[in-house]
């Protein structure tokens, strides 16, 4: 009688509460690798954005650039200031997606297109007309000669020698120069879009109430500058110790140390060859100020004041040591 085969006896398994252990551990790499991926997907993505923006950004500031140059030279001024003005919103409206670089061309090409319309204005202003000039008398002998009075600064001083960023190396339209502790002061119907110099200024206080065109302040020491609405760019270059209360589209300051800047600025303020410098909100008022701001063309409800860039600075992952903000209970309030 033939024997039935034995069973057959599968091997032993392991037990089955390790099985799962692998698989969770290459779900969760394969997690971790698609989250990779998606990241670089949406970095790519976001970089050919900035690309294309950056693009549209040269195209049409080269056209709006040549449009300003061409109506220069035609001597078509007001238009050409229009389109200049436009030249520059385009350029505050861009700068969050702009490389330094590219904002500092920008701000360059306006700043010169300003000091071109300056000079065209001034070459197209009629001249004087000739007459003659009645001879001084003699005075009688044994008279005292009158002493002379001390010249004051006046709008349309003429700056110090060599003309700072900007400026086309003619005199100002308007502004002071020379001065020291001085009270100078400048109304609405004097600065009306005027492009104003301050240079060489020494402990003096200077309050420019009205809208002006541009402003530049240069070599100043120990002065206070309290300005209205300024409709374009504020250049401060080679102050020190000073206090400075400015509302503009664009600020840059250079070769500057020591001084507060209070501001309201509708692109990022822009720093180079500064220390210690710092940034409060835009904070003086008086009567008429609104009106100014109406035509100065400035976003109130829009103020970057402390974004502010320094071209000495390329880190990213520390902040400048050349600027900082004023902490509150140290701003000032009152001006006046």
């Known amino acids: 009688k033939m024997e039935a085969p034995a069973a057959f006896v599968a091997p032993a398994q392991p037990e089955a509460a390790a099985a799962p252990v692998l698989p969770q551990r290459l779900q969760r ?13 949406q970095k790519k993505e976001a970089q050919v954005v900035k690309e294309e923006q950056s693009e549209f950004f040269v195209a049409a500031f080269a056209r709006e650039r040549e449009a300003v140059e061409a109506l220069l030279a035609a001597g078509s001024l007001e238009e050409a200031a229009a389109r200049l003005q436009g030249l520059q919103k385009l350029l505050t ?3 969050r997606f702009l490389a330094p670089y590219e904002v500092r061309q920008g701000q360059e090409a306006v700043a010169r297109l300003q000091g071109d319309l300056a000079a065209r204005r001034q070459q197209l202003q009629p001249k004087k007309k000739f007459a003659f000039r009645a001879l001084k008398k003699e005075a009688p002998p044994g008279s ?6 001390p010249a004051r600064p006046a709008a349309a001083a003429t700056p110090g020698p060599g003309p700072a960023e900007g400026e086309a190396g003619g ?11 001085e009270e100078l002061e400048l109304g609405p119907a004097e600065l009306l879009q005027r492009d104003v110099v301050l240079s060489e200024l020494r402990g003096c206080r200077v309050r420019l109430r009205g809208n002006a065109n541009t402003l530049r302040v240069r070599d100043c020491r120990g002065c206070t500058v309290l300005c209205g609405p300024v409709s374009t ?3 401060v270059d080679g102050c020190s110790d000073c206090l400075l209360v400015l509302a503009c589209q664009q600020l840059r300051t250079h070769r500057t140390r020591d001084s507060r800047f209070y501001v309201q600025v509708t692109s990022r303020a822009v720093i ?3 220390t210690k410098v710092s940034f409060a909100p835009y904070t003086w008022s008086y009567p008429g100020m609104e009106r100014d701001f109406e035509s100065s063309g400035l976003d109130r409800n829009r103020n970057n004041w402390k974004v502010v860039d320094d071209f000495d600075w390329l880190a990213t992952d520390k902040p400048s040591p050349n600027w900082s903000l004023i902490p509150e209970q140290e701003r000032i309030s009152c001006w006046d």
């Open 272 to 274: 180079e060859g500064c």
């Open 144 to 149: 005292e000669p009158r002493p002379a009075e």
């Open 233 to 235: 760019s504020v250049l």
């Open 29 to 41: 790499r394969e997690a971790e690798r698609q989250q990779g991926v998606e990241r670089q997907r």
């Open 93 to 95: 409206e861009s700068v």
């Open 171 to 181: 005199p100002p339209l308007c502004g002071f120069s020379r001065a020291e502790d």
